[in-house]
């Protein structure tokens, strides 16, 4: 098989188990406001007045303004959940964003990249639709030997060295303007061994205890994001948030994806 079929056979792949893995976890989950992530103060302070905005693969947990908000998933349970809300909605892939070049102000991306097979063209597709100038909040987890029997199960592809991650935004236009820790996976790996048993084993009594208590004590114990200009330590990390300047010549936003 020629390499590009392979990728995209192997993209294929990767886009049918994570709608298989997030339809089962939205089909039985609540959506949450976004004002309850410790994301809200950030995202607040990114909107600007008639800006347009598109989230992308949020599931249930949007971090931008529902209502107005344009959103992007493969999860049909989770846009469903999201226009019935006042959302803009459309089912397609992060690789084959169906907007116009230049399109968005501000565009979220919150852990998507590491679940893609072709993940340059993820960010390629991302930088394309926010205007010159405009903005991109994006997360990636860190440190590929930290890998686990977690990442594997919830579908990630990879984990990224830091610097690495830079050269790849910096391909495709996207200067990091500040970062932060980030995440909610348990610190605790005898937790997170325990998390993975159960949804190998009982998938939907562990989603249902997900969705219900796991869910509602990692709002409760987020804690308040410490951004810094830049890329901050990342050592410490196991993932990082990164809002990211899309800074590259003006083009027309009329011309098509």
Do not use: K
Not at 55 to 68: S, T
Not at 115 to 128: F, I, K, M, T
Not at 166 to 191: C, D, N, Y
Not at 199 to 219: D, F, I, S, V
Request: proline content about 6%.
């Amino acid at each position: 098989m020629a390499p590009a079929a392979s990728l995209h056979a192997r993209e294929l792949d990767a886009r049918r188990a994570n709608r298989l893995f997030y339809d089962a976890l939205w089909s039985g989950a609540r959506l949450i406001n976004p004002e309850r992530f410790n994301t809200w103060p950030l995202v607040r302070s990114l909107i600007s007045a008639g800006g347009r905005r598109l989230e992308v693969a949020p599931g249930l947990r949007p971090r931008l303004p529902i209502e107005g908000t344009q959103f992007v998933d493969i999860s049909a349970p989770a846009l469903h959940q999201l226009s019935a809300r006042g959302a803009l909605v459309v089912q397609s892939a992060v690789s084959a964003l169906p907007f116009a070049t230049g399109t968005f102000n501000l565009v979220v991306a919150l852990d998507l990249i590491e679940h893609v097979e072709d993940d340059r063209a993820a960010l390629a597709e991302l930088s394309r639709v926010t205007s010159s100038g405009g903005t991109v909040l994006l997360s990636a987890p860190l440190h590929p030997d930290r890998w686990s029997a977690f990442d594997e199960l919830v579908g990630h592809q990879r984990r990224y060295e830091p610097q690495r991650l830079v050269g790849h935004l910096a391909e495709h236009h996207l200067t990091i303007a500040h970062s932060a820790g980030f995440g909610m996976q348990p610190h605790s790996s005898r937790i997170t061994d325990l998390g993975v048993w159960w949804l190998t084993h009982h998938r939907a009594t562990a989603l249902w205890w997900y969705n219900r208590l796991l869910m509602p004590l990692g709002l409760r114990r987020q804690g308040e994001l410490s951004l810094a200009p830049g890329l901050i330590a990342t050592a410490p990390l196991d993932e990082v948030l990164l809002v990211c300047r899309c800074e590259r010549a003006p083009f027309a936003a009329t011309e098509s994806a």
